[in-house]
Nanobody, 122 residues
Framework: QVHLVESGGGFVQAGGSLRLSCAASGRFFSINAMGWYRQTPGKQRELVATITTGGPTNYADSVKGRFTVSRDGAKNTVYLQMNSLKPEDTAVYYC????????????????WGQGTQVTVSS
């Protein structure tokens, strides 16, 4: 059983900054990737940013240049630094992790956090 616990959401004015954190705990073999998705009412969950164990990152076009995803492997923690926030960034942000397995025949598996609300006022 693995758990992802997010923190750092809140309310901020447009142009402001927030930093989200997500720590993975429990029993797992390895973490292949971690990242963040977000969702607004009536819409599908969408990618914000991910980072793999090797370091490559992937960002949604809408956040490039404003958001930075990073990871502390020793702490099994992923961060999302959000700068120059816009009202359209308002959403519930979900932490994501893909966990590896010791046996190649067993597929990696995904886990999600409970979500943290980010609200950006205009």
């Amino acid at each position: 059983q693995v758990h992802l616990v997010e923190s750092g959401g809140g309310f901020v004015q447009a142009g402001g900054s927030l930093r989200l954190s997500c720590a993975a705990s429990g029993r797992f073999f390895s973490i292949n990737a971690m990242g963040w998705y977000r969702q607004t009412p009536g819409k599908q969950r969408e990618l914000v940013a991910t980072i793999t164990t090797g370091g490559p990152t992937n960002y949604a076009d809408s956040v490039k240049g404003r958001f930075t995803v990073s990871r502390d492997g020793a702490k099994n923690t992923v961060y999302l630094q959000m700068n120059s926030l816009k009202p359209e960034d308002t959403a519930v942000y979900y932490c994501y992790a893909r966990f590896g397995t010791p046996v190649v025949e067993v597929d990696p598996y995904d886990s999600w956090g409970q979500g943290t609300q980010v609200t950006v006022s205009s």
